[in-house]
């Protein structure tokens, strides 16, 4: 099993920068795909960002349009932390945001092909 945590969320004004952090625990693997989701009220969750092992020792980052440009994930091996960074943010970015893993080289934009969650942490941007 892993274990996912999130911090790092908060009130923040239109413009401003957040960074998110997701501690990993339990058995996890380098190649395990990891991303970022968030769910506003009333909507589905949606895909934000994620990254995946390359094969060739490195990591590929993915990114929505919407944050494209924005937002920044990375990933630290040696703490099994994973970040994302987000700057230029905007009111319609308020959401919960989820830390997700699953056991695949392979990296999905579906929630559902995600196993292992964190609990979530709010992040509210103001105009």
């Known amino acids: 099993q892993v274990q996912l945590v999130e911090s790092g969320g908060g009130l923040v004004q239109a413009g401003g920068s957040l960074r998110l952090s997701c501690a990993a625990s339990?058995?996890?693997?380098?190649?395990?795909?990891m991303s970022w989701f968030r769910q506003a009220p009333g909507k589905e969750r949606e895909f934000v960002a994620g990254?995946?092992?390359?094969?060739?020792?490195?990591?590929?980052?993915y990114y929505a349009d919407s944050v494209k440009g924005r937002f920044t994930i990375s990933r630290d091996n040696a703490r099994n932390t994973l970040y994302l960074q987000m700057n230029s943010l905007k009111p319609e970015d308020t959401a919960v945001y989820y830390c997700?893993?699953?056991?695949?080289?392979?990296?999905?934009?579906?929630?559902?092909?995600?196993?292992?969650w964190g609990q979530g942490t709010q992040v509210t941007v103001s105009s």
């Open positions: 997700a893993a699953d056991r695949t080289y392979s990296l999905s934009y579906n929630y559902h092909e995600y196993d292992y």
């Open positions: 339990g058995r996890t693997f380098r190649s395990d795909v």
């Open positions: 990254v995946s092992w390359s094969g060739d020792n490195t990591y590929d980052a």
